[in-house]
T-cell receptor, first 119, second 115 residues
């Protein structure tokens, strides 16, 4: 069975700290790994990773994928209280839909890491 | 701005009373998804449409149905809501041109309360 495991499940840090969130996966027909940030609303997209070893950066956030060891990390440097959220890791799995013969991806989510940044 | 819109944002219904949640998108994406997210849990995929083709997840209860009358709109019908169906319902879209593994864009969600 496909699964995505995130760790830690929750984390409390102080402003200015650097945090690393982990995501490991066992998914057949892997296509990409995605990170989302969820505050008290719908998830917002952060990164999509498809290739190993290529870091993606957006401001203080960065992420990298290791397809050999089947994991990804999300780094947040100089954390701020506004970074407090649940960070979701999802893996897009590719499969063929028999009813129309085309391919389709599906997202398999981890349970998330709840990050709390204290002032 | 192109976006995914869900209405209503909050829905209260009674046990057993049918309810319909709506989702519309201006992204012109051909794939639309419905997820159920309960408190402190990851979103769980219920079903998705690839254009007009409906794809149900194996463990989605029969109580949940969906309609997609056109590219822009998709509806989630809960025929007889139970207390266990109280959750946030998230609509998402993606472009399926690359095999469907592009990023999904989520709407703000509809929080359903069942009394």
């Amino acid at each position: 069975e496909d699964k995505v495991v995130q760790s830690p499940l929750s984390l409390v840090v102080h402003e200015g700290d650097t945090v690393t969130l982990n995501c490991s996966y066992e998914v057949t027909n892997f296509r990409s790994l995605l990170w989302y940030k969820q505050e008290k609303k719908a998830p917002t997209f952060l990164f999509m990773l498809t290739s190993s070893g290529i870091e993606k950066k957006s401001g203080r956030l960065s992420s990298i994928l290791d397809k050999k060891e089947l994991f990804s990390i999300l780094n947040i440097t100089a954390t701020q209280t506004g970074d407090s959220a649940v960070y979701l890791c999802a893996v897009a799995a590719y499969y063929v839909r028999m009813n129309y013969g085309g391919s389709q991806g599906n997202l398999i989510f981890g349970k998330g890491t709840k990050l709390s940044v204290k002032p | 701005d192109a976006m995914v819109i869900q209405n209503p944002r909050y829905q209260v219904t009674q046990f057993g009373k049918p309810v319909t949640l709506s989702c519309s998108q201006t992204l012109n994406h051909n794939v639309m998804y419905w997820y159920q997210q309960k408190s402190s849990q990851a979103p769980k995929l219920l079903f998705h449409y690839y254009d007009k083709d409906f794809n149900n997840e194996a463990d989605t209860p029969d109580n949940f149905q969906s309609r997609r009358p056109n590219t822009s709109f998709c509806f989630l019908d809960i025929r007889s809501p139970g207390l266990g169906d109280a959750a946030m319902y998230l609509c998402a879209t993606s472009s399926g041109t690359s095999g469907g593994y592009n990023e999904q864009f989520f709407g703000p969600g509809t929080r359903l309360t069942v009394l």
